[in-house]
Structures are given as structure tokens and as C-alpha cells.
């Protein structure tokens, strides 16, 4: 979990994307309006999100996971 909020911690647009996330399901476009992420650059962080498992896609809409919350909520305490 540690590792995961310093990754998260470690980049400025992560965590905006999380911040977004926390409050509601969204598609790509609106993440990268919201938070003026450039396209390409906001692929390769959804990814790693993903990867993570902080993030989950369906159906081209995105949501924190379960992992995500508890992240979030560890942040907090950062």
C-alpha cells in the first residue's frame, strides 16, 4: 500500500486523476478536460493506474477499484 501512494504521490497528474475519480465514474475525454492531462500522456497514466489496480475500465468509463478508495484514504494521512 505504501508503495502505491508513493507512486501515486510521485506525479502531480495521478493524483488529479484519482482526486476525479473519487468523486465519480468518467470516460476518458472528461479526465482529460477536467484535468488538461494531454491525451497521449493521460493513456500512458490511466495505464499505470490500471496496472496498479487503483483504477478499473469498462465499457471505456473509469472508476477507482476498492484498492483505489483505501489509497485514497491512506493519502489523506500523507
Known sequence: M???V???????NKLR?????KSKE???ETIA?????????LKKLLEELKDDGIIEEK???YKLTEL????VKDLKGV
Open 68 to 71: 483505489g478508495f483505501s489509497v
Open 33 to 41: 478536460k477536467s484535468t488538461r492531462i494531454p491525451t497521449k500522456m
Open 2 to 4: 505504501e508503495k502505491l
Open 26 to 28: 468518467v470516460n476518458e
Open 6 to 12: 508513493g507512486h501515486l504521490t510521485s506525479n502531480p
Open 59 to 61: 465499457d471505456g468509463v
Open 17 to 21: 486523476i484519482v482526486d476525479l475519480l
